[in-house]
Every structure is written in structure tokens, then in C-alpha cells.
Nanobody, 120 residues
Framework: QLQACGGGFVQTGGFLRVSCAASGRIFSSAVLSWFRQAPGKKREGVAL????????LYADSVKGRFTISRDKAENTVYLQMSNLKPEDTAVYYCAKGKYRSMTSEDYDIWGQGTEVTVSS
């Protein structure tokens, strides 16, 4: 299971960190990802990290602003968001899968989502 938290309300240009704690063992081959879904839009991949190697991948829209990281000891993945924009407003979901994919259909375990609102 995945438990996401840390969302909130922030002004444009601000920063926020969301967290996702996983219960149970995470195998080195797993991929942990963050997705987001804005009202009326499809769910989109934001960033992913390979649990074992720590290699990352970002959507173009967040490159240079968002940083994904993981703490193996705490079984937690983080998404540090900076220079936030109104278009970053969405519900953010963490997910666990087997492939380095930005496609939601490739993930079978999801957290409940945490809402991020960026005011203009």
C-alpha cells in the first residue's frame, strides 16, 4: 500500500514537498512514480525513480523545478516541487510499478492522492 501526504495551498513561485510512504518490502526492481490529475484532464506522469539505482525521469513540464527522491530506510518517495505555477494545480498520486513508464496503465498500485493548489 501507498500513503501520500503533504499537499496543500501555495502561491505561485512557492514550494511544497509531497511524500509517499510504502508499506511492505519494495524490491530493487520497482519503480516509484508521481502522477497528477487536474480537473477535467487526464492523469499524467510527473516523475519516476528506480528504487534500486535511484535513476530518475521527469516530464518536460516539471524539469528543473521538481525533484523526486527516495529514502530506502523509510520506504518513502518524495517529490520536492519548487517555482510552482497555477498549472501545477492537481491531485498528486504516487504509484508503484515494474517499468520506467510515464503511462498510468503500467502501474498497478496507487496511493490515495494528495491535493496541491497553486494560486496565481
Amino acid at each position: 500500500q501507498l500513503q501520500a501526504c503533504g499537499g496543500g495551498f501555495v502561491q505561485t513561485g512557492g514550494f511544497l514537498r509531497v511524500s509517499c510512504a510504502a508499506s511492505g518490502r519494495i524490491f530493487s526492481s520497482a519503480v516509484l512514480s508521481w502522477f497528477r490529475q487536474a480537473p477535467g484532464k487526464k492523469r499524467e506522469g510527473v516523475a519516476l525513480i528506480s528504487w534500486g539505482a535511484g535513476t530518475t525521469l521527469y516530464a518536460d513540464s516539471v524539469k528543473g523545478r521538481f525533484t523526486i527522491s527516495r529514502d530506502k530506510a523509510e520506504n518513502t518517495v518524495y517529490l520536492q516541487m519548487s517555482n510552482l505555477k497555477p498549472e501545477d494545480t492537481a491531485v498528486y498520486y504516487c504509484a508503484k510499478g515494474k517499468y520506467r513508464s510515464m503511462t498510468s496503465e503500467d502501474y498497478d498500485i496507487w496511493g490515495q492522492g494528495t491535493e496541491v493548489t497553486v494560486s496565481s
